[in-house]
C-alpha cells in the first residue's frame, strides 16, 4: 500500500498552477548525468506477517550479548546498560502527548526536559550554556567547525588525525560547500602515546586558524591533554573545539570545557539506548562565552515566568532566521533527536553524580583487566602508552587484524574494530572496547578467542 495522499487528479492542479508539465520537471537543477536512471532493484513486496517474518531472521543475525555473542567493538559507538525505568519515564504522557515545543502552553513536559537536558550537558562538558541537542557527534563536530569560523572570521581548521574518522570526513562535507582556500582542512598526527602530536600541531596553527579539533578520549580511547592545546591555540587566536564520543568518561576526567576548550561537542546515544544501524543519536554541543551563545546552532530552551508569576519553560534565542533564510541560518538543523535526548537525561537523572562515576569507574577497572588479559598473550602488546579511558588499541601478531576479527567471530566472539579500516598504517592494530555490560567470562573468552585466532 502506497502512503500517498495525492490523486493523479491533485498532482496535475497543483502541476499547473506551478507552472510545471510533470513531477520530473521539479528536480531540472539536478543534472541528468547524476540522475538515476531505471528501475530499483528490489524485491518483491511482503505482506505483513512475512515483513514481520523477515525482520526477525534479521535480527537474530546481529551479534549481541542477547544473542550470546560478545561483543567489543566500539570506535565511536559505546553502548551501556539502560535500565527498563528509562523506557517506562520516557513513555509518560507529559512527554509523548507533547506538541511542538514553539507552543509552549502545549509542552511544558518536553521543554523541562530539555532544559533538564542543557543542565546535565554543561556540567558534563563543563561549559556555560548548552543547546537543546543536535542530530548526533559527527554533526555536532562539524556545526561546531562552521561555529568557529563565524567567530572568528577565519577559515582553516587543525584536525587531529586521532579523531574519529567519520567526523573527519562529516567536517569534510559541510565545509566543500563552503568557498575557502585548498588548505582548509589540515591535519595533525598522533604520537607515541597515541595522543595529539603538539611538536607537529604548533607549525600547523597560525593567525589564519579558525579553530583547533581535538577528542578526548581519542579515536583510540587515549586522554588527551586539553590545556597546553588551548594555551597553544588561544596564543593565535584560534579557538578549541574539544570532542567526546563516551561521556562516561567525563565521570573521571575534567570537563573539557574547563581546560580551555571553547567549544565542547560529543555522542551521548550510548547513554540513551542501543546502537542502531545509522542512528538516531544524541549530539551534545556547549560552549562558553555571551558571543558564542548567539552563534551555536539549533534550539536552546531557556526558564521564564508567566502571567501570573509561575515558572515556565520556552524556546529562546532562536531567530525566525534559522528556518525561513538559509543565507542568515546559524545552521541547517533546527531540531533535535527530542526522545533521544530525554532518554539520556532520565538515565543521567537515575543514575545521579554518584551512580554516574561508579558506573565509570566500572567501566575503567573492566578494561584495564581486559588490557592486561591480553598483552599476556605471545606477541600481543599495547600500540600507544598513554592513558585510556574503556577502549584500547593493541597490536597483533602477523600484521592483519582484519583477519584475527574474522576468525574471531568464527569462534563467537566480535573482538573489536580492526584500524587498518580507517587507517591504512595501522594494518595490525585491534581497537577493543569494553563496558559494564561484559562479565568476567566475556573477556576470558575475548582472550581466548584472539589467542586462538
Known amino acids: ?104 502552553e502545549l509542552s511544558q513536559g518536553t521543554l523541562l526536559a530539555i532544559f533538564e537536558f542543557q543542565t546535565m550537558v554543561c556540567e558534563l562538558l563543563g561549559t556555560e550554556v548548552a543547546n537543546a541537542s543536535m542530530y548526533d557527534g559527527a554533526s555536532a563536530t562539524a556545526e561546531a567547525v562552521l ?24 567536517c ?10 585548498p588548505d582548509m582542512i589540515v591535519r595533525a598526527g598522533w604520537d607515541d602515546t597515541g595522543a595529539l602530536d603538539r611538536t607537529a600541531l604548533s607549525a600547523l596553527v597560525d593567525r589564519g586558524t579558525a579553530a583547533v579539533v581535538l577528542q578526548s578520549p581519542n579515536f583510540f580511547g587515549i586522554l588527551e591533554q586539553v590545556e597546553p592545546v588551548a594555551a597553544m591555540a588561544h596564543a593565535a587566536g584560534a579557538l578549541v573545539i574539544a570532542v567526546c564520543t563516551e561521556p562516561l568518561a567525563l565521570a573521571l576526567m575534567q570537563p573539557p570545557g574547563a581546560c580551555g576548550a571553547d567549544i565542547v561537542v560529543g555522542e551521548g546515544g550510548g547513554l540513551a539506548g542501543p546502537p542502531n544501524m545509522g542512528g538516531p543519536g544524541v549530539g ?13 546552532p539549533g534550539r536552546i530552551v531557556g526558564q521564564t515566568v508567566d502571567s501570573h508569576g509561575q515558572p515556565g519553560f520556552v524556546l529562546t534565542l532562536s531567530t525566525r532566521e534559522q528556518h525561513i533564510r538559509r543565507e542568515k541560518a546559524t545552521s541547517n538543523i533546527c531540531t533535535n533527536h527530542g526522545l533521544m535526548a530525554l532518554r539520556f537525561t532520565i538515565h543521567l537523572a537515575l543514575l545521579g553524580k554518584t551512580g ?52 574471531a567471530v568464527a569462534r563467537g ?38 589467542a586462538g585466532a
Open 172 to 181: 569534510g562535507t559541510y565545509l566543500a560547500g563552503l568557498q575557502g582556500p
Open 413 to 450: 566472539v566480535v573482538p573489536g574494530v580492526a584500524l587498518g579500516r580507517f587507517f591504512p598504517e595501522l594494518p595490525d592494530v585491534l581497537l577493543v572496547s569494553v563496558n559494564e555490560t561484559h562479565r568476567k567470562q566475556d573477556i576470558e573468552r575475548l582472550v581466548t578467542s584472539i
Open 147 to 170: 561555529m568557529a569560523q563565524r567567530l572568528t572570521s577565519r577559515q582553516r581548521v587543525v584536525l587531529a588525525s586521532s579523531l574519529h574518522p567519520e567526523y573527519v570526513r562529516t
Open 1 to 104: 500500500m502506497r502512503y500517498i495522499p495525492h490523486t493523479t487528479d491533485d498532482i496535475q492542479r497543483m502541476l499547473r498552477v506551478i507552472g510545471a508539465n510533470s513531477v520530473d520537471d521539479l528536480f531540472h537543477a539536478i543534472p541528468p548525468q547524476i540522475r538515476f536512471q531505471g528501475a530499483l532493484d528490489l524485491p518483491p513486496s511482503l505482506s505483513e506477517p512475512e515483513l514481520l517474518a523477515h525482520l526477525r531472521q534479521l535480527g537474530a543475525s546481529n551479534h549481541t550479548p542477547v544473542t550470546g555473542t560478545p561483543v567489543f567493538a566500539g570506535a565511536g559507538c559505546h553502548p551501556h546498560a539502560i535500565p527498563s525505568a528509562v523506557s517506562n519515564l520516557a513513555g509518560r504522557s507529559e512527554f509523548c502527548t507533547a506538541y511542538t515545543p514553539y507552543q509552549p
Open 284 to 296: 551534545l554541543l556547549g560552549a562558553n562565552g555571551k558571543k558564542a551563545l548567539r552563534s551555536m
Open 356 to 407: 554516574f562515576a561508579e558506573l565509570a569507574r566500572i567501566n575503567l577497572s573492566k578494561a584495564a583487566f581486559a588490557r592486561e588479559a591480553l598483552c599476556g598473550l605471545d606477541q600481543i602488546e599495547r600500540a600507544f602508552s598513554g592513558p585510556f579511558f574503556n577502549e584500547f588499541a593493541i597490536r597483533v601478531p602477523g600484521g592483519d587484524a582484519a583477519a584475527v576479527v574474522d576468525r
